[in-house]
């Protein structure tokens, strides 16, 4: 019998830079269980190198894999995999935009660029590149904006980058300081 993870919290666990794999843990609301390597567990690979955030949208779990560059789509409660979005260069943060379409961020090349990689969930494929400030980070939604925080990657920056989410156009970007 597999166990359902529908009440607590899950743990991204990086793992190891430059090799091994990361983890993903999940904490009952009571504290009282803790269920280690639970996407393994339930499908028999590892998650991949450097986890780097986790999103839930419409009952399902995006994994986001840093250095693997892809994102692993999960059954929200059962963790069973539905699929591997690929294509990513040092993806960061998972936000879903609607039912079909969500926004991903990474840092492109080098960890020196910056960019907004729109996914349709649909195909599980990447659709387009909305070029944002360099390291592009967590993002959030408020009415039809996106604010994407910019902190630089491997390199300095001090921006927000704002996109509709409706045209995946760059509508202003705000200068922030250092």
């Keep these: 019998a597999s166990t359902t993870y529908d009440n607590g919290v899950f ?3 990086e793992g190891p830079f430059g090799s091994g794999t990361g983890t993903l843990s999940f904490i009952s609301r009571s504290g009282a269980t803790v269920y280690n390597d639970i996407f393994e567990a339930r499908n028999t690979f590892p998650l991949g190198n450097i986890v780097q955030s986790m999103s839930i949208h419409n009952n399902k779990g995006y994994i986001v894999v ?6 692993e789509v999960v059954d ?3 963790m069973a995999t ?3 979005i690929t ?3 040092y993806p960061r ?3 879903g935009i609607d039912n079909s379409k969500a926004f991903v961020t990474e840092w492109g090349a080098g960890g020196l660029v910056g960019s907004v990689k729109v996914v349709d969930l649909t195909t599980k494929t990447i659709t387009a590149t909305i070029t944002t400030g360099k390291g592009a980070e967590n993002m959030v939604k408020v009415g039809n904006k996106v604010f994407v925080a910019c902190g630089g ?3 300095n920056d ?3 980058t704002v996109i509709d989410a409706l045209t995946n156009a760059v509508d202003t970007t705000i200068f922030v300081g250092a």
């Design 82 to 84: 539905s699929g591997t």
């Design 66 to 71: 840093n250095n693997s560059g892809k994102i």
């Design 11 to 13: 743990v991204t666990n």
């Design 76 to 78: 929200g409660t059962s």
């Design 158 to 160: 001090s921006v927000v």
């Design 153 to 155: 990657g491997f390199d």
């Design 93 to 95: 943060y998972f936000l």
């Design 87 to 89: 294509g990513f260069t």
